[in-house]
């Protein structure tokens, strides 16, 4: 279905066209007539589906531009997530009078609170500043008419949940809520109904838990040799961009370091840097300025950078929805993807638990560790006939040459 058969005022269909979009994602399709319709909803969707598009069309069409107050509420576990919504609504709302804005962790105070004096229609925000304004009086929820949680299973669990709560319950007015996730763990699904009044559901998860998009290789290493096995791999493969995961900063720091002294184009990202810093990086990976970002979790939710080709998780990623959101952030919007995780010997069972639930077909470059063993989890794996191509694609640029 196009956005033209939809009853989108033409300041907005002329953004949304202007972008690039003319038919409706599924999401897209499904979600619109249940949100104009004032519904909650709970949407479970696959990372890249188009789901900020989703929402962002019929909040801003809900807004009352000459009303000077907060009328749509976004809130996102990520500050980067932050400054990816709000842009995505300040392009779609280009040609109207709403104002969307972004509150989030380590950005100047002052110039928040001018700008929400000012005047703020959406506002899209990381719970901690949020409830930091809400204490302080800075904010007024009179008149939030939508209020949306994005990622909402991380929003709901056990060290955001009691925020989430407050900042929700500051909400006087009845309003409508809805829930976006690309997963959904049973006790979350729970507290996720709490949030809700008779909500409408959308599951766009494929049945198969791991998107078709995607090719997961996996490649069993001593951890001491990961780094050459990492070369080797960029070597064979045609890397557009690649977004190298592990599962904590100082891996991150350890590994940008050494990288960068073969390769050029690399960045990295964590919790531990400035917010300037994050910024930034966040803006050169988007924009293709860096090629290898190696990250901590906070770039394994949402983020939508549509260059990237592969995803590498350095260690198994702690818990399997983990796997799915850090490995989404390739094999978006129908693209191919590919995704290697390096596994080590006390990661087997992890391993093992892993695909089988997220019902993961694994290619092995090299040795299948699970076959070896005869440990296999029951399901048949592939196995690749040529570890590499024998020459070196766009992935070889070294520094040196
Ligand atoms: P999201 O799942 O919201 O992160 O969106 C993933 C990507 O899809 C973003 O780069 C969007 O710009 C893009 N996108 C969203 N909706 C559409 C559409 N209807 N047609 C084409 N691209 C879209």
């Given at each position: 279905m196009k956005f033209s058969e939809l009853n989108i005022p033409s300041n907005i269909l002329g953004a949304i066209e202007k972008m690039g979009y003319e038919e409706m994602t599924p999401v897209q399709e499904a979600a619109y007539p249940i949100i104009a319709a004032g519904h909650d909803l709970c949407a479970l969707a696959e990372t890249g589906s188009g789901k900020t598009a989703a929402c962002a069309i019929p909040l801003i069409q809900k807004v009352?531009?000459?009303?000077?107050?907060?009328?749509g509420l976004v809130i996102v576990p990520t500050r980067e997530l932050c400054i990816q919504y709000v842009t995505e609504i300040q392009h779609i709302a280009r040609r109207t009078n709403v104002v969307p804005f972004a509150v989030y962790g380590g950005f100047d105070k002052d110039i928040d609170i001018a700008k929400l004096k000012h005047g703020v229609h959406i506002l899209v925000a990381t719970p901690g500043r949020l409830l930091d304004y809400l204490y302080s009086g800075v904010l007024s929820f009179e008149h939030v008419k939508c209020a949306i949680l994005d990622e909402a299973d991380e929003l709901l669990k056990v060290g955001f949940l009691e925020d989430i709560e407050f900042i929700l319950s500051c909400i006087i007015r009845k309003h409508q809520t809805l829930l976006f996730s690309a997963t959904m763990p049973e006790d979350i699904k729970k507290l996720a109904h709490d949030c809700l009044r008779d909500p409408r559901h959308i599951s766009l998860?494929?049945?198969?838990?791991?998107?078709?998009?995607i090719d997961h290789y996996f490649a069993y290493h001593h951890p001491n040799d990961k780094m050459a096995e990492l070369v080797k791999y960029l070597e064979a493969e045609d890397v557009k961009q690649m977004l190298i995961f592990c599962n904590a900063r100082h891996m991150v720091d350890k590994l940008f370091t050494s990288f960068r002294k073969d390769f050029k184009d690399v960045g990295y990202i964590h919790a531990g840097l400035s917010q300037d810093k994050r910024t930034s990086v966040f803006r050169q990976f988007k924009s293709m300025k860096i090629r290898y970002l190696f990250a901590s979790d906070v770039a394994g939710r949402g983020l939508d950078f549509s260059h990237v080709s592969h995803v590498v998780n350095w260690n198994l990623p702690q818990g399997r929805e983990s796997y799915t959101h850090r490995t989404g952030r390739?094999?978006?919007?129908?693209r191919k993807g590919k995704a290697l995780t390096f596994i080590t010997k006390h990661e087997l069972s992890d391993l093992r638990e892993l695909i089988f639930r997220n019902e993961i077909s694994p290619c092995w470059i090299g040795e299948d560790p699970l076959q070896a063993n005869n440990t296999s989890p029951g399901r048949k794996t592939k196995k690749r006939?040529?570890?590499?191509?024998p020459h070196l694609g766009r992935g070889k640029e070294m520094a040196k040459s």
């Open positions: 009352d531009p000459e009303l000077n107050a907060i009328q998860i494929s049945e198969r838990k791991a998107p078709a998009s390739t094999g978006r919007m129908g006939k040529r570890p590499f191509r």
